[in-house]
Nanobody, 124 residues
């Protein structure tokens, strides 16, 4: 049974930092690429960052480039998202996802498995 469990969310002031983690189990972690998405009420889920299977290729949404860093530890079956210089507009529920399909790196359609999400709130 595939499980993706996010943690590390919380409330922080603008300019602060948070590190999200996503623990994966129930499948061969290193054979899937991974991504982070975020969603606010009434809006579509937005792709934030993508990392390939080996962890040597990453891709970011323009809105977070230079502030967020995605990484993975295949020995620990864990995905990370380091978020620095947070802004109020980064407030959202953040989800990790695992996929194997072809397509645009930040498209939700190429991901097969999803976590339940962790809330990030940034106050001004």
């Amino acid at each position: 049974q595939v499980q993706l469990v996010e943690s590390g969310g919380g409330s922080v002031q603008a300019g602060g930092s948070l590190r999200l983690s996503c623990a994966a189990s129930g499948y061969t972690y290193s054979t899937y690429f991974m991504g982070w998405f975020r969603q606010t009420p009434g809006k579509e889920r937005e792709g934030v960052a993508h990392i390939n299977r080996a962890g040597d290729y990453t891709y970011y949404a323009d809105s977070v480039k230079g502030r967020f860093t995605i990484s993975r530890d295949n020995a620990k079956n864990t995905l990370y998202l380091q978020m620095n210089s947070l802004k109020p507009e980064d407030t959202a529920m953040y989800y990790c996802a695992a996929g194997r399909r072809s397509g645009f790196s930040l498209s939700a359609t190429i991901y097969d498995y999803w976590g339940q999400g962790t809330q990030v709130t940034v106050s001004s």
